[in-house]
């Protein structure tokens, strides 16, 4: 990785910011360039996938890494990358990606319907805690204008990240007090703490709405999709395949050195990071402890 990318780690007002609000807006993440190859595997994806059940709908393609070179540099691209490991720390990978296309209304005469939630679905049900815990996050980088309020922009709660509930109208048109749109030019990314209530919305601008989603978490999360990447393995750094989910089960819990190597690189660029939790005091085992131990505790 290359060091430059330093200059793009999380700052504390952007830490108080993301803690305030839930989601954090990185502005010019993405060069011309990118942009435009980035749109490429969007509309490749998207003349292969679309059919004539789904023309003039939302098309929502997950598991895209292997997609593109282009999709495999986005993950530890440089002005986003340093802020993931800023909030989650180093014992991370990518656990979701998707691709979205959300055509004009004009082309469609599909019923939108907005719908507010929280990510992770049975997570949600199934954790004790409240709030609840923040586990993951995700990434929306914007290929396309959505300066205005009716490109299809998400739309957000600010700091409803740390409300188990919020008063959602169902009625597939309507918001809930506090909701906003987010504007910003191309080439602008989102972070999303995953509890931030948020919403898809419909498009009735005269243009599409391209974006891409890459979901980060713990490594002892399960992926929530099938992450084809494997075969890529070969040709990747050692982070990268780190991102990527290389490393055995009982790594994600027990990690050693070769199974983050995220850490060993921030030990030597970004000490501060490299500790035993990102939340401060570590409640681990070290690892000498606990690797190759015949107590069968876990
Ligand atoms: O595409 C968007 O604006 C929001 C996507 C979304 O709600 C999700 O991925 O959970």
Not at 109 to 132: F, G, L, T
Not at 273 to 296: D, I, K, L, Q
Request: net charge negative; charged share 25%.
């Amino acid at each position: 990785m290359n060091p430059d990318c330093l200059q793009h780690r999380l700052t504390a007002d952007e830490r108080a910011a993301f803690n305030k609000d839930g989601f954090l807006i990185v502005e010019d993440a993405l060069d011309e360039s990118m942009i435009a190859r980035l749109i490429e595997v969007v509309d490749r994806v998207e003349a292969r996938q679309r059919n004539d059940e789904n023309r003039g709908r939302l098309l929502s393609v997950t598991n895209v890494i292997q997609e593109d070179d282009a999709m495999v540099e986005l993950v530890s691209w440089a002005t986003t990358f340093p802020k993931v490991w800023g909030i989650l720390g180093w014992n991370i990978h990518l656990y979701h990606s998707h691709l979205d296309c959300t055509p004009t209304e004009n082309a469609t005469a599909q019923n939108w319907s907005v719908a507010w939630h929280q990510d992770s679905m049975r997570v949600n049900d199934e954790i004790e805690s409240d709030p609840r815990p923040r586990l993951s996050l995700k990434i929306g980088f914007y290929l396309t204008d959505l300066t205005e309020p009716n490109g299809g922009n998400t739309l957000v709660v600010p700091g409803s990240h740390l409300q188990n509930r919020l008063e959602c109208p169902q009625d597939g048109q309507s918001s809930p007090d506090g909701a906003e749109p987010v504007r910003v030019p191309a080439g602008s990314a989102m972070i999303l703490d995953r509890r931030t209530w948020h919403s898809r919305s419909a498009n009735t601008s005269s243009k599409p709405r391209k974006v891409i989603w890459l979901g980060y978490s713990y490594r002892w999360l399960r992926p929530k999709d099938e992450m084809t990447v494997e075969h890529l393995y070969p040709q990747l750094s050692p982070i990268e395949r780190q991102l990527l989910g290389a490393g055995l089960a009982n790594s994600a819990y027990d990690p050693q050195d070769e199974d983050v190597p995220l850490r060993a690189w921030l030990a030597n660029h970004d000490a501060a990071v490299a500790g035993g939790s990102p939340h401060g005091e570590s409640h681990s085992r070290p690892p000498s402890m606990t690797r190759g131990n015949n107590t069968g505790r876990v």
